[in-house]
């Protein structure tokens, strides 16, 4: 019962943050375009039309066409499936890893604590950038090679997150009640610490997701993210490029680069509401 | 202090960067590709001279050898020779690049840094209203935008359109060698490098300075009847900044990673560019010497971060 | 070739005669830019660099014996003659007296014995001796068995002979490496050369002096005043490095004053009034290679209805903007030995192509996809990523042999990785482009025993063909030789060719003395012009 108070509580404090209203229906929209893309256009969006080249907007192509005469609209709605799946399943991936490794650290401590750390600093104090780039071009430029290593590059800051959070709530009084009424370890982590460190968790997930889809952008622009011909936003924009284009035939960046701007922008607006939805203090001030 | 330094770097500094170049190295050696790939095409060649070359380079060997002699090398403080056609001193190939790339990421700290804290201190301190709103606003667009995009944007306002900047470079050959000519060329990289950290800095800033504000004792410093200003920039400041300097660690990563995009657009002769042909050539000494330059650095960033904390903050003691 | 190229060619043939008719004298002093994509190494040593822009330094710094013009033909430089014997197993270079290195100290015949000695020498570890190993003795000299090389003969300071053990006639042409400073350089050791510091501060006796090399940034020279064939109008010349996107940025800022550019950035570029462009044909070609190991590829009709069915005309017209050449062997327009007799152009025909494939025995399967045996018509297309005008190549290859009912699926590969694959022989087409030598033997890549075969190509007649052709010395028997073995190419198909290259130079007008008609070098002829041009204003 306290349970589902308290989430209703936090979904009013959310609600009054209009921003963060915004940012959720955007993103959901978003979504739901993504999702529903093949009934929004009849275009293929890697069929290329080299008769239909560099086409600006118009009734048969509403965004225009790019340089292999595709159409852009469908491109960026196909784009936005690819664009926001990296970033939820890089996500994913990152969670994962964070919350076993971090609750395993924050619980059992001692030994597993220093080790699990000391890798995740291995990961933490490497510039991002860099390593994507060396991984990237070894491993060859693909959809699944990108989740995995925006993925594996960034679980360690929800590791870190999540062992703070079981540090601070193994000593708390239902915690220890539960282990001293004999619930075994895993079960009082899972099961009783996890859902109180989800706050926190979402937040930095919420805010995760956003920076895979600019990582995605920024690998794409060095060739090394998502691969032609299968349309990303950062692989869009990465096309647009050549100074011609930029200057004379906006239609072909425009799409995308608002796409991501947009997307990214209220991702931040919802992760910002979570967390002062979240953040008793603000109740405070109430 | 010197002891918590030391055992730092002993401790967790030197196993780290162990691990890491161990696992680098071998993720190079088993990916696809051949440092000897640029012999590709040559007239007249024969197998043998490929053999010999990659005798020569030590490629032929198997990788925990291959690793074991480079190894070897840093120990005597030696990255080896690049294995490209010119053969220079990988040390040589670096450090001819590090001052840009030194040079940009610092400025973009500068810029970032300077701008960042007054503003989100403004933003704090009037917390709903129609400055923190806006800036709140910028802010958000600042961390949303994709930096090479923004630099895309830059440079074709500002040198194609308008052309009153360089489009790129370090600096001309032939020109006179002035401060307002070399800040001319830094102008657009440090703004698209910067771009983010000032957002950042103001956010991390602002929600610092507020969660300050709202603790007891500077409730009762109010209540007392001090004036606001007082407040906050006299007892609240300090505070507030002590988060700020370990973002400062943190955030070092995030610089060097953006500044390899940003030199790709403005031809900034940094690692960045280096770091990218060394990929594609397979060059392992450059690719081994750039990464674990990059580590340390970031390594000891983390440490003066930690310790600047130390000394901004008289209740924290390393032992 | 496309109509547009002509119009541009024919605007510049005339604008050629206005220029001569107006010829000025020329101006002394002034800095020239000339624009690089990618920046050198530091290996500015003739005999050991491999990357292209080293070769650029290398071009100014140093001169060799001979040097190649527009035409592709040798032309004197250091030596002032040559001979060859009757036999063609000699040829005898006359050195001019009083050329100076930029030391002042003089080069002659032990400088150009050095230079090629060094190459033959058991521990060089450049990649060159393939390229002189039928000098006499040069195999003897590399095992280590023999102490000199008698095919090398100094006769006196200005006078030397190289002799071979049979005739070679792509040798001539590679005489045109720079002259290394013997007195500078005997005293290491070869293995040691490739670490000497030499490789960084280069002395030749070429047009310019080599000053200053800033990695990434730009490398400066200035002008030889001994130099033995007359002073450099310009003072300074600096390659001054570019990133591909902000060319036209570069151009418009006059911050270069020459550059290559590419198809798509022509129109922006053409636009600025300040700055001429030059097209020309380039020696180089791109292809698909068919990997014949495979059965279904060691059938030439296949290989043939592949290409009847890809619109080759449509890629270079609409992809490459009309700059390209569609090719149909790999001897590009450019070189002497190039021919369209007898040479079948493979119109792009797809019922042709559906109905040879049929005849070979492939019948469309229930997905529409041919078959024959239990066999589907699919393969993979290995691409290297990088250029946008490879990948839109590769999506027009993918539909239009979809029409055909043949699948195809696209590999996008970083370069390197790419490379692998076909080293390894692990692909079943794969697409790149060859940049050629200034003689037209086709030895290293076509000869069934070499090592750029990737294709895995042989075939008796063209075999024999590419070896006389070594052996034949008289170019018009030559041009015969290499015409007959375009045809077997041409029939065989080994590799789809796709174009010949085009090129675009953009130059600013203030440059004076330029090559307005331009060879396959493009207007500056390589590099050969800088010493030449001026600079108006």
Redesign the interface.
């Known amino acids: 019962m306290k349970q589902i108070s308290q989430s209703k509580k936090i979904w009013r404090r959310f609600c009054r943050n209009k921003l963060a209203i915004l940012g959720l229906v955007i993103l959901i929209f978003f979504v739901l375009v993504s999702v529903f893309a093949p009934f929004l256009t009849n275009y293929d969006p890697n069929r290329s039309n080299l008769r239909n080249r560099n086409l600006p907007p118009s009734g048969d192509h509403l965004f225009g066409t790019d340089d292999m005469g595709r159409d852009i609209f469908a491109r960026t709605l196909y784009g936005g499936r690819i664009s926001l799946s990296v970033g939820l399943v890089s996500v994913g991936i990152s969670l994962s890893i964070g919350v076993v490794l971090g609750a395993v650290a924050g619980f059992f401590g001692g030994m597993f604590d220093t080790v699990i750390m000391r890798i995740a600093d291995v990961f933490y104090s490497f510039p991002f950038m860099i390593l994507a780039i060396t991984i990237s071009s070894i491993f060859g430029p693909s959809i699944y090679n990108t989740m995995i290593i925006l993925g594996i590059l960034s679980w360690p800051s929800s590791a870190r997150l999540l062992r703070a959070e079981f540090l601070k709530l193994k000593n708390t009084d239902f915690a220890l009640a539960a282990t001293t009424i004999g619930a075994n370890p895993s079960r009082v982590m899972f099961r009783h610490i996890l859902p109180n460190a989800i706050s926190p968790l979402l937040v930095s997930a919420t805010l995760g997701v956003a920076s895979a889809i600019l990582s995605e952008a920024g690998l794409s622009f060095l060739g090394l993210g998502v691969p032609p011909p299968a349309p990303s936003w950062g692989n869009m924009l990465n096309r647009a490029r050549p100074l011609h284009i930029l200057a004379s035939m906006p239609w072909m960046w425009l799409p995308p680069g608002i796409a991501i701007f947009v997307i990214v922008l209220s991702i931040n607006f919802v992760g910002d509401g979570l967390r002062d939805a979240f953040d008793p203090r603000q109740v405070m001030n109430e | 202090m010197w002891r918590y330094i030391i055992r730092r770097i002993f401790l ?1 500094g030197i ?2 960067l162990l ?2 170049t161990f696992l ?1 190295y071998l ?2 050696t088993v ?4 440092p000897v ?11 043998a ?1 490929i053999a ?2 990659e005798a ?1 380079l030590g490629i032929d060997q198997p990788f925990l050898i291959q690793y074991g002699r480079w190894l070897g090398q840093i120990l005597r403080l030696d990255l080896g ?1 690049s294995f ?5 001193p990988v040390i040589d ?1 670096i450090g ?2 590090m001052p ?1 790339t030194i040079i940009l990421s610092l400025s973009s700290i500068i810029l970032g840094w300077g701008i960042g804290i007054p503003v989100g201190i403004l933003s704090a301190r009037y917390q709903y209203s129609v400055f923190d709103y806006i800036i709140t606003f910028f802010a ?2 600042g ?7 923004f630099g ?2 830059l ?2 306002m500002f ?3 308008w ?1 009153v900047l ?9 020109e006179p060698h002035t401060f307002v000519g070399y800040i001319r060329y830094l102008l657009l990289p440090v703004l698209t490098l910067g771009l983010g950290s000032i957002a950042s800095v103001a956010r991390y800033m602002r929600s610092s300075l507020l ?1 300050v504000l ?1 603790e007891d004792y500077l409730r009762t410093a109010r209540a007392k009847g001090l004036r606001e200003n007082i407040v906050v920039y006299k007892h609240a400041l300090r505070n507030a900044l002590l988060p700020i300097l370990t973002l400062m660690g943190f955030m070092l ?2 610089i ?3 500044a ?2 940003v030199e ?4 900034w ?2 690692l960045g ?4 042909q060394a ?4 060059n392992y000494p450059v ?1 081994m010497g ?2 674990l330059m ?2 340390v650095l ?2 000891l960033g ?1 440490i003066i971060a930690d310790v600047s904390y130390a000394f901004a903050d008289p209740r924290i003691r390393y032992e | 070739m496309k109509k547009q190229l002509v119009i541009v060619l024919l605007l510049f043939v005339l604008s050629l005669s206005v220029v001569v008719s107006a010829q000025e004298v020329p101006v002394l002093g002034g800095t020239f830019r000339y624009g690089t994509t990618v920046n050198p190494r530091g290996m500015f040593n003739p005999i050991l660099y491999t990357e292209t822009y080293d070769g650029y330094v290398i071009d100014v710094v140093y001169d060799g014996l001979i040097e190649i013009d527009a035409n592709l033909q040798p032309q004197p430089k250091v030596a002032k003659a040559w001979e060859v014997s009757e036999d063609g197993l000699e040829i005898t270079f006359y050195l001019h007296e009083g050329i100076r290195f930029h030391d002042g100290v003089e080069l002659t015949a032990e400088d150009v014995a050095y230079t090629y000695m060094t190459i033959l020498h058991p521990d060089y570890t450049g990649v060159r001796f393939g390229t002189f190993n039928m000098l006499v003795g040069a195999q003897e000299y590399k095992d280590g068995t023999q102490a000199t090389v008698p095919g090398i003969e100094i006769i006196d300071d200005y006078t030397i002979k190289f002799s071979t053990n049979r005739p070679h006639a792509p040798l001539l042409s590679s005489f045109g490496y720079g002259i290394l400073p013997a007195h500078l350089l005997a005293h290491i050791p070869v293995g040691e050369l490739e670490t000497a510091e030499f490789n960084l501060h280069p002395i030749g006796s070429g047009p310019f002096k080599f000053v200053e090399f800033l990695t990434d940034q730009h490398v400066t020279f200035e002008a030889n005043e001994e130099y033995f064939f007359g002073r450099p109008n310009i003072d300074t010349l600096v390659y001054q490095k570019v990133s591909q996107d902000t060319i036209p940025i570069f151009l418009q800022q006059n911050r270069i004053d020459f550059i290559e550019i590419s198809p798509d950035q022509f129109l922006q570029v053409s636009d600025l009034g300040h700055i001429d462009t030059y097209i020309y044909e380039a020696l180089s070609y791109s292809y698909i290679a068919f990997n014949l190991r495979q059965e279904r590829f060691d059938d030439v009709a296949v290989r043939q209805a592949i290409t009847y069915g890809f619109d080759r005309q449509l890629y270079v017209d609409l992809i490459r903007e009309g700059f390209g050449i569609v090719a149909n062997a790999p001897m590009p327009t450019a070189s002497w030995a190039y021919t369209s007799e007898g040479i079948d152009p493979y119109h792009y025909d797809p019922k042709k192509a559906a109905e040879m494939l049929s005849e070979a025995g492939w019948t469309p399967g229930s997905d529409g996809i041919l078959q024959k045996d239990g066999e589907r018509l699919e393969f993979e297309f290995l691409v290297p990523d990088g250029s946008r005008l490879t990948e839109q190549m590769a999506l027009l290859f993918q539909q239009n042999m979809e029409d055909i009912g043949i699948k195809v699926n696209l590999m996008f590969m970083e370069f390197s990785a790419a490379v692998d694959r076909v080293d390894a022989r692990e692909f079943d087409t794969f697409t790149m482009s060859w940049s050629l030598a200034v003689d037209p033997d086709p030895y290293s890549i076509w000869h069934s025993t070499s090592l750029w075969n990737d294709p895995g190509f042989y075939n008796e007649a063209s075999d024999r063909l590419i070896e006389q052709g070594r052996l034949e010395t008289d170019l018009e028997k030559r041009k015969e030789i290499y015409a007959d073995w375009q045809r077997v190419i041409n029939y065989e198909l080994p590799s789809m060719f796709l174009n010949y290259g085009v090129a675009i130079g953009a130059i600013n007008e203030r440059v004076k003395g330029i090559d307005a008609d331009p060879g396959p070098y493009g207007p500056l002829v390589g590099r050969q012009l800088l010493w030449k041009i001026w600079l108006a204003d």
Do not use: C, K, W
């Not at chain 2, 790709?264 to 031809?267: G, K, V």
């Not at chain 2, 990929?279 to 397979?282: I, S």
């Open positions: 967790q196993p780290v691990g890491f680098l993720i190079i990916a696809p590709g051949s790939t640029h012999l590709r095409g040559v007239p007249d060649l024969d197998t001279v010999q070359r020569q020779l490209d056609s010119a053969r220079r190939l001819e690049r840009a958000f667009v961390i949303s935008i994709p930096s090479f995009f895309l944007v440079l074709y040198a194609l359109t052309n360089p489009a790129g470079g370090f600096f001309m050959a032939g969660e709202n990563p995030t060097f990673s953006g390899v995009i790709n657009i403005f031809t002769p940094g560019s280096l770091a990218i990929l594609n050539e397979r690719i750039i990464n990059f580590a970031i390594f983390s």
